[in-house]
């Protein structure tokens, strides 16, 4: 047997200098033979830890077999089993932090873990390219609406259809996906992925309603009264500002408008589409998560020729995925660590000119456990920059919200909704995603999802069998 390699089998990619001129996907994806490379390495270990620390607990050593023995048909029945958008996921899970940080392979020195993620990917574009057929089951256990078409809702809906329920999904905006269509660009995740998913998801029998606000366009007293239970998966999409002086300068951007001019409204195909977003030279992005690289990177793409981002803690604190951050630093951003900007700053016409920063330095752990970021006095400096992308977090949107003012929120203004079950504090009423536990990962917005169709069946059950005693 050839020797297992000590490191996991290269993905190909798109050379950094031509890819920060276009937004064409990153990584290229494995070949049939990479990936039974890949998946000959996996030491099918018995109590798997791997999908232990899987939130939908897929069956990892079990379709990473069926990959080896070039079985991808049987390696895309395992994975449909446990998720319903495996594509989206081989893509953007944060691994490191979930299946293969525990990987039993890369627990040993020499060894990088196995690339689960990428053999997630391979089996899943296999997978798209098959045809659809619609799936013949008949839908006549109830209704059930969901609120908001993103990964945990796409997720509920399709384990409800398939339980044998009328399921209709309505979506504030004109497409389907939430952040996987109008918040994480083409490079990373392309929106065709996206749509097919979403079709195999319609295949179930999901009925998508978009330009549907509800709160709005219609109220929850209506789906309380046309369906027999509800899920909301409405997603933490409001954007959080610094509130620092010069915040209103033309040039001062969200990140969830600047992504969604790009994203979803194709703003760097202006004026093919008809969304224009401004073209910048000296480009600032404000925080570290996926949400900072992104924009940084989509404006790279847009033709900057400086992007840097101010992070106000270190290197070792960045919550961002690892890949993104090194595909990051390959496109040419740069880092501004242990800093954080104080004032927008402009030349007298209300246009952006610099952002006037200062430098932090680490104290004690808070709540979090990560160390507290503290001022440097007498420390300021000056990023000179014509946009500015704040990407420091959103907070629950509340058009639904304050029209529903019966559902308990917890304190942050968030659903409290219990997290074993999705229960809120309205009989029926089901909650779970971002909404709940805050900006968070597509997969626990999918693991709510899938605990959510679970509880959702038993409570429909339930109550019909109360009614027919
Ligand atoms: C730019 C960006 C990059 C990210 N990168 C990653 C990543 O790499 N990996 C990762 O795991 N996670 C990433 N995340 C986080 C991840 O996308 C979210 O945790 C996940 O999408 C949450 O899913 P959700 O279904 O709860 O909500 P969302 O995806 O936010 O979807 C909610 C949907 O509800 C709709 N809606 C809201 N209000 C109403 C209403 N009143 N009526 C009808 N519809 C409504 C919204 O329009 C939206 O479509 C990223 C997030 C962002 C913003
Ligand atoms: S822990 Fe790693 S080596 Fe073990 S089964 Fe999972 S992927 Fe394979």
């Not at 039974?36 to 791997?50: D, F, H, I, M, V």
């Not at 045809?131 to 945990?152: C, M, N, Q, R």
């Not at 009328?166 to 992925?193: D, N, Q, S, W």
């Amino acid at each position: 047997m050839a020797k297992r390699s000590y490191t996991k089998t290269p993905m190909k990619e798109q050379a950094p200098e031509i890819r920060n001129q276009n937004f064409s996907e990153v990584a290229l994806g494995y070949s049939l033979e990479e990936g039974q490379l890949e998946a000959s390495r996996c030491l099918q270990c018995k109590n798997a830890p791997c999908i232990q620390n899987c939130p939908v607990m897929i069956d990892i050593p079990g379709f990473i077999k069926q990959i080896e023995e070039g079985d991808m048909a049987a390696a895309s029945e395992i994975l449909s089993k446990y998720t319903n958008l495996p594509a989206i996921c081989g893509r953007v899970c944060p691994q490191e932090k979930q299946c293969e940080m525990v990987c039993r392979l890369g627990q040993s020195k020499k060894f990088e873990p196995v690339a689960i993620g990428k053999l997630e990917r391979l089996v899943a574009d296999w997978a798209l390219q098959q045809p659809i057929e619609p799936l013949a089951i008949s839908h006549d256990k109830g209704k059930v609406a969901v609120i908001g078409s993103g990964p945990s809702g796409l997720t509920a809906a399709g384990d409800l259809a398939k339980l044998g329920y009328e399921v209709t999904i309505f979506e504030a905006l004109h497409m389907p996906g939430g952040v996987l269509t109008y918040g994480i660009p083409e490079f990373r995740l392309p929106k065709a992925i996206v749509s097919k998913e979403i079709e195999r998801i319609q295949a179930t029998g999901v009925t998508i309603e978009t330009n549907v606000v509800v709160g709005k366009t219609i109220t929850m007293e209506e789906i309380m009264a046309d369906f027999d239970a509800c899920y909301l998966s409405v997603g933490a999409g409001a954007p959080n500002f610094m509130g620092i002086p010069g915040t209103s300068l033309n040039g001062v951007y969200s990140s969830s408008e600047y992504l969604t001019r790009i994203n979803l409204m194709k703003g760097y195909e202006f004026p093919t589409y008809d969304t224009p977003v401004q073209k910048s030279k000296n480009v600032v992005v404000i925080g570290g998560g996926n949400v900072a690289m992104d924009a940084a990177r989509s404006a790279k793409r847009l033709g900057a020729e400086n992007v840097s981002i101010i992070y106000r803690r270190s290197r070792e604190e960045l919550p961002a995925r690892e890949e993104e951050y090194h595909h990051s630093v390959e496109e040419g951003i740069n880092y501004h660590w242990l800093s954080n900007p104080i004032e927008y700053l402009n030349d007298g016409t209300g246009k952006l000119t610099a952002v006037k920063c200062v430098k932090m330095e680490l104290g004690e752990p808070d709540e979090s456990g990560r160390r507290r970021p503290q001022v440097i006095p007498g420390s300021e400096f000056i990023v000179e920059a014509d946009t500015a992308i704040e990407a420091i977090g959103q907070g629950a949107n509340r058009v639904l919200l304050d029209t529903f003012p019966e559902l308990q929120l917890n304190r942050w203004g968030y659903i409290d909704a219990d997290p074993a079950t999705g229960a809120t504090s309205i009989p029926g009423v089901f909650a779970g995603g971002d909404i709940v536990t805050g900006a968070a990962t597509v997969i626990l917005a999918m693991g709510a999802g899938k605990v959510a169709a679970t509880q959702i069946d038993q409570y429909i059950q339930t109550k019909k069998a109360e009614v027919t005693v």
